[in-house]
């Protein structure tokens, strides 16, 4: 009579533990692979640290655009700067200039 008894202790004993298991695992999972868990954290810092990147590459591209800007404004207008833009625009060229014609692929 004493073993039946003592099984049963030791499975409710073995059931609870089972579940505090399977429960501490469950949140466990969660925070490693749910939608606020760890790799959801590192992914959100991968996508971050990209979109700083590309800021700071459009943040230069910028300043590159607004010096050329301020070339060919009119309180200080570089000499360089137009001659080039109006060789770009209006397809001007200087006579000593050698231009080579290439064929179109």
Same mark, same amino acid.
């Given at each position: 009579?004493?073993?039946?008894?003592?099984?049963?202790?030791?499975?409710?004993?073995?059931?609870?533990?089972?579940?505090?298991?399977?429960?501490?695992?469950?949140?466990?999972?969660?925070?490693?692979?749910?939608?606020?868990?760890?790799?959801?954290?590192?992914?959100?810092?991968?996508?971050?640290?990209?979109?700083?990147?590309?800021?700071?590459?459009?943040?230069?591209?910028?300043?590159? @655009? $607004?010096? *050329?800007?301020?070339?060919?404004? %009119?309180? &200080?207008?570089?000499? !360089?700067? @137009? $001659?080039? *833009?109006?060789?770009?625009?209006? %397809?001007? &060229?200087?006579?000593? !200039?050698?231009?080579?014609?290439?064929?179109?692929?």
């Amino acid at each position: 009579m004493q073993v039946p008894r003592e099984f049963q202790r030791r499975l409710k004993s073995l059931a609870a533990q089972l579940l505090g298991a399977c429960v501490a695992g469950y949140f466990i999972y969660h925070a490693v692979q749910g939608d606020r868990g760890i790799l959801a954290w590192l992914r959100v810092n991968q996508q971050l640290e990209a979109a700083q990147q590309e800021l700071a590459k459009s943040g230069a591209h910028r300043a590159a @655009l $607004e010096q *050329r800007v301020s070339l060919l404004s %009119n309180s &200080s207008l570089d000499l !360089d700067m @137009l $001659e080039e *833009r109006a060789r770009i625009m209006l %397809n001007f &060229s200087h006579p000593d !200039d050698l231009v080579i014609f290439l064929p179109k692929q």
